[in-house]
């Protein structure tokens, strides 16, 4: 059946935006390309990605986004909803998408389709927000692309390149233009440098093909810190301003200018500075004083304007108002301690450990923090997150954003993470302390008890310091009574099936200073197993250590790596039933590597079996090479955690 001319024009109409519109040759040709070869999983390819960046004397800068992907499995209809991002100093000139079905339909989408939004949640004021824009037809086999140009006037001139995604890329592109007698630099992380074409006057393109894509694995760095990438930097030559930020060195003098004169103490914060010291007679204590206010009593709130983004507010504003981002709070602090005689520096860094790579300097922070001068007498007064540096000399590292961690610890994100120190007129790029174990201890104590016929009756301490009680806090705090409640049924239940909860007590909780301590009663019908006339238990009661990360059977490509050290020790006495006693114990468990060990061990006293097991984890990382390790230490484990004692009634 033919449809007429009118009816036609009805139909279009009724689509989300009219078909059979004009698609551009380059979009077609990238549709044409073969596939390259990928894991039959593969959600979806990208058949071109092409990023062009063109320089302006003017300062202003044009880039141009390509991208044309195929959809393989449902799971890539992600692919058909593009985000762009704009601020008061990145505006959208123009934004164009397009599809062609698995049928041959097309379709075309503009700028005036997409939805406009706020960047995040939780920042107060922005001038940074995004456009998303949905592509009609995003099915498998559909082939989905747009073309957006940003137009900027950015603070720093530098482009990043991320040319490596989780799905393959069949062909990636990087193509700057620059005005006469511009110069540029390029840093690539995670990939061999690659040389440019230079393809006419001003104007070079790198070329990628064939990018295999990052295979998502559980437990491996963020992606951020595997994937391939590259920075360019472009400044003027010799006769022009250079702008470019070519070292780390470089950019702590840039950023040393934005803040410089931002953490003045006003009469009003020496006011607050003398009340909170009152009485006060070490530095030590008297930085821990104005540390916990600025962490406690100042809100985080996030604010990007403009320059903003990366420059502190001053630190009367943040007194004043009593709310502040990152780098806020850390300056408000710095201007504290400045009160008392204290030096402090800015410390930029990435909440996500990796991401920073010593050979790429670049503006890829989303933190700031401070390290602290070092007071002679604070050798012995808790402080854990310490340096001897022989440039920036003896400071200790705080977050005064977080507010879980207690003083004198670190974050675990940000230990063994690299982050540039902004002392004086330069800076350094250093390594943050990783803690060691013993810091981040957590010890469970049960007395148990079964009856006759198998009902386990327990009574439970846990006492928990560093991480451990950070990562508890954060969940608990703020949670109602009742889900506070489905807490700990849930996490005794991940252990004993059909065990009731009959009471607990937190103590601690509110106090990030001290170890936070659980106590918790419960019992569980037919936690021992009665057969033949025999009783078996698991004498690991409670918690798991174990994991079945290396179980799967994809090669594992990335190392694997772990929130913290950590020392964690299981100590259970069990009261044997009445008529009951042990007729066989488990072997003992022994596994020990660089990277950790295990160790359980299973005697009897009189009437009581007692079980005892120490976790130990001394490094955030597991490198490839150890990774069969790996296995066999999460194997050991799990054979522990389910081995049965043996019980036999008495003769």
């Known amino acids: 059946m033919h449809l007429s001319r009118w009816a036609l024009l009805l139909l279009c109409i009724s689509l989300p935006t009219c078909a059979f519109a ?45 991208r044309v992907v195929k959809i393989l499995r449902p799971q890539g209809r992600d692919q058909g909803t593009i985000v762009v991002f704009a601020d008061n100093e990145t505006r959208i000139a123009s934004l164009k998408a397009w599809s062609i079905t698995a049928k041959g339909q097309e379709f075309e989408v503009k700028e005036k389709d997409a939805v406009e939004t706020g960047l995040s949640e939780g920042v107060l004021y922005a001038d940074n927000r995004k456009k998303v824009l949905q592509i009609p037809g995003s099915e498998p086999g559909a082939i989905v692309g747009y073309e957006y140009q940003q ?51 001003g104007e070079w393109t790198w070329q990628l093909q064939n990018v295999p894509a990052i295979d998502m694995q559980r437990l491996m760095p963020p992606r951020e810190a595997v994937a391939g990438w590259a920075a360019l930097h472009y400044y003027p030559g010799q006769n022009g301003q250079r702008s470019a930020r070519d070292s780390w060195q470089d950019i702590a003098v840039w950023f040393n200018h934005l803040s410089s004169d931002r953490n003045q103490p ?21 930085i821990r004083a104005l540390s916990t206010f600025v962490q406690r009593d100042v809100r985080y709130v996030e604010i990007k304007i403009g320059i903003g983004g990366f420059q502190p ?37 990435n909440s996500s450990r990796g991401v920073i790579h010593a050979e790429v300097p670049s503006l890829a922070f989303n933190h700031a923090i401070l390290a602290i001068r070092l007071p002679p007498e604070a ?10 540096d022989p440039q920036i ?108 909860l009959v009471d607990y007590q937190i103590e601690g909780l509110n106090d990030s200073g001290s170890n936070l301590i659980f106590k918790y009663r419960f019992f569980a019908p037919n936690y021992a197993k009665l057969v033949s006339g025999l009783m078996l238990v698991r004498p690991r009661v409670l918690g798991q250590k174990g994991d079945d990360v290396m179980e799967d059977k994809k090669k594992r490509e990335y190392p694997v790596e772990f929130d913290h050290t950590a020392l964690e020790t299981d100590l259970f006495d069990i009261v044997l039933p009445a008529g009951f006693t042990v007729d066989e114990l488990p072997s003992p468990s022994s596994s020990v590597f660089g990277f950790g060990q295990y160790k359980s061990q299973f005697k009897t006293q009189g009437n009581i079996l007692h079980y005892q097991r120490d976790y130990q984890i001394n490094q955030v990382e597991v490198p490839v090479d150890q990774l069969s390790n790996l296995k066999q230490f999460f194997r050991d484990i799990a054979e522990d955690e389910s081995n049965t004692a043996v019980l036999k009634k008495a003769e």
């Open 22 to 66: 004009g698609i551009p040759d380059w979009f077609r040709e990238a549709a044409r390309s073969p596939l390259p070869s990928c894991p039959e999983d593969t959600r979806a390819v990208v058949l071109l990605s092409d990023q062009t960046t063109t320089v302006r004397d003017s300062g202003e800068i044009d880039t141009v986004y390509r």
């Open 151 to 201: 137009r900027r006037r950015p603070f720093v001139l530098e482009d990043e390149w991320f040319f490596q995604e989780d799905i393959p890329v069949a062909l990636g592109r990087m193509i700057l233009r620059l005005p006469p007698s511009w110069e540029f630099k390029s840093y690539w992380s995670n990939h061999n440098a690659v040389e440019p074409t230079a393809t006419r006057q």
């Open 266 to 286: 006003t009469p009003d914060i020496q006011q607050q500075v003398a009340k909170l010291t009152a009485g006060l007679t070490t530095q030590i204590d008297k």
């Open 313 to 349: 507010h001053p630190a009367q504003d943040i007194f004043f108002n009593r709310y502040g981002d990152c780098k806020d709070k850390a300056t408000l602090l710095s201007a504290m301690l400045r009160v008392i005689g204290v030096d402090s520096y800015y410390v930029l860094i």
């Open 379 to 388: 050798s012995d007064a808790g402080i854990y997150s310490n340096m001897d």
């Open 393 to 500: 000399g003896q400071v200790f590292f705080f977050d005064p954003t977080d507010q879980v961690t207690p003083f004198g610890f670190l974050p675990t994100s940000l230990q063994a993470n690299l982050g540039l120190v902004v002392a004086g007129a330069g800076g350094k790029l250093v390594e943050l302390p990783l803690l060691p174990p013993t810091l981040n201890r957590f010890l469970r104590s049960g007395q148990l008890s079964l009856s006759p016929d198998g009902t386990l009756t327990a009574t439970v301490q846990e006492v928990r310091m560093g991480f451990p009680a950070a990562l508890r806090r954060a969940e608990l705090l703020g949670m109602p009574e009742a889900a506070r409640r489905r807490f700990f049924e849930d996490v005794i239940s991940a252990s004993v099936s059909g065990a009731t």
